[in-house]
């Protein structure tokens, strides 16, 4: 993989229902800069997946995925607070 080339630090998680998120930082940036480049991978048989950031779900960064005309669609999200709901 060429990214791997071009980066200064690179993260990967894959969860156990095969979903995973990689995060990678490209090098030379500007203390400044706080650009990164974000990986989301699901089996096509997924309706939908999200990973969240944070010790805790509320107040946590989420970013949600789902398939649309044959494109991804991604957006972000800010939980307000946790509920557990299982598997969907």
């Known amino acids: 993989m060429l990214v791997g080339h071009?980066?200064?630090a690179q993260v990967q998680y894959c969860s156990s229902e095969d979903t995973c998120i990689a995060i990678s930082i490209p090098e030379n940036q500007k203390?400044?800069?706080?650009?990164?480049?974000v990986s989301l991978q699901a089996p096509a048989s997924a309706k939908w997946f999200a990973f969240g950031f944070g010790s805790?779900?509320?107040?946590?960064l989420i970013l949600v995925a789902w398939p649309y005309n044959n494109e991804v669609i991604v957006s972000t999200r800010l939980a307000t607070y946790s509920l557990l709901v299982g598997n969907v």
Do not use: C, L, Y
């Open 6 to 8: 071009f980066v200064s």
């Open 31 to 37: 203390a400044v800069e706080t650009s990164f480049f």
């Open 56 to 60: 805790q779900m509320a107040g946590s």
